[in-house]
């Protein structure tokens, strides 16, 4: 059991705090799966293709602007958990950014479901109070099946969707660590 007093906040890494290439977030769906369907099976390639894929894909990303110093400020009113889709640990993106030791945990999709449904997946084992996502189809999925508060990321691919109305928009971390920390 958890003695600490903040709530739990998980938070998606790629369009949150990680940089998409050349600031255009194609990853964004815009549409949504039926709740009530069976979670999306992913396509998993075997981790000695997908460990070099990933590097290629990821490694060379910069993080948001301001998002190191958003995210230590909101880790002074929340407990930080990293929820992504990789399919590969970021332990090297985080150590060469200096964003080691933000989260006190990061968990990565090992299942063979797609991003949205493992995240719905953990985040119902987790029960975290709030989740950041960039993505409106993930975003939309927690919203319609659980009681966490889902912050979305604005990009210009997720604008204009019919969302739920429990999910709240933000500008990026840096404005939503100005509206819930000191």
């Not at 050349?22 to 992913?42: E, K, S, V, W």
């Not at 602007?65 to 909101?74: D, E, F, H, T």
């Not at 989260?103 to 991003?115: H, I």
């Not at 409106?136 to 210009?156: E, K, M």
Request: aromatic share 8%.
């Amino acid at each position: 059991m958890n003695d600490d007093p903040r709530p739990l906040m998980t938070v998606d890494m790629d369009g949150v705090f990680c940089e998409p290439p050349f600031g255009q977030n194609l990853g964004i769906h815009r549409t949504f799966y039926d709740p009530a369907m069976a979670p999306h099976p992913a396509r998993v390639y075997p981790r000695w293709l997908n460990a070099p894929l990933d590097r290629l894909r990821f490694d060379f990303r910069r993080p948001m602007p301001g998002a190191r110093g958003a995210l230590l400020r909101l880790a002074t009113v929340r407990r930080l958990v990293l929820v992504t889709g990789r399919r590969t640990r970021p332990r090297w993106w985080l150590r060469h950014h200096d964003f080691d030791g933000v989260f006190e945990a990061v968990y990565v999709n090992q299942s063979g479901l797609g991003s949205a449904h493992y995240k719905q997946t953990l985040l119902r084992r987790l029960q975290p109070a709030e989740h950041v996502e960039d993505d409106g189809r993930t975003a939309q999925l927690l919203a319609q099946t659980s009681d966490t508060l889902v912050y979305l990321c604005d990009w210009p691919r997720n604008r204009d969707l019919p969302l739920d109305t429990r999910i709240i928009r933000v500008g990026g971390l840096v404005d939503l660590a100005s509206r819930l920390a000191p």
